[in-house]
């Protein structure tokens, strides 16, 4: 039988879609998705896209460290409710890539190396991206997820290059990724 309720065309298995699966573990967590941006698009740090067989975000950035802050956040975000997250843990990250996409990839990757390694969520980041050699040193700042004490959302087993976009309009930068749960 498949979903009538959502246009992702996933089969109803165990009586609820991916989508409204996900859709339902936000609300009960307090969350809410992200708005498409409009005019008064700098409001949005990041919106959920819809996805087959997987899940994906839209971040938003003024900056490249902007949009990879957000892009972050994003991640994190399908997997728990950051707010509930305290900051008292720090790490550092020194990333080089031959491009912007892999520098992308390499970033959410290298986020859910921490929160499978740590068990570690973060929510605030200081980042400097060399956009000319495609670099990326950071520090970010967040704590240890505990299942007991925080939300629990969908588990994400890895990013990858489907559907990636990352480009630059009228000044904003927006990137496309599609995670693997």
Known sequence: MWCGGCRMG?????GICRRKKIEGERKKRGMKNEKKRSDDAMK???RYIEHTSDVG?????DTLEELFANAALATFSFMTNVDE??????????????????LMFDWIDEMLFFFESE???FKKFHL????ENFSLYGRC????FYPEKHSSGIIIKAVTYNMMEIKRENGVWRARVVLDV
């Open 128 to 131: 400097k991206i060399d956009e």
């Open 85 to 102: 997250i305290d900051e008292e843990e720090e790490r550092e990250v020194h990333l080089n890539a031959e491009d912007l996409y892999s």
């Open 141 to 144: 700042i967040g704590g240890k």
């Open 119 to 121: 068990s570690i969520v």
């Open 10 to 14: 996933d089969r109803i298995g165990g």
């Open 44 to 46: 949005a740090r990041f």
């Open 57 to 61: 975000f839209e971040a938003y950035g």
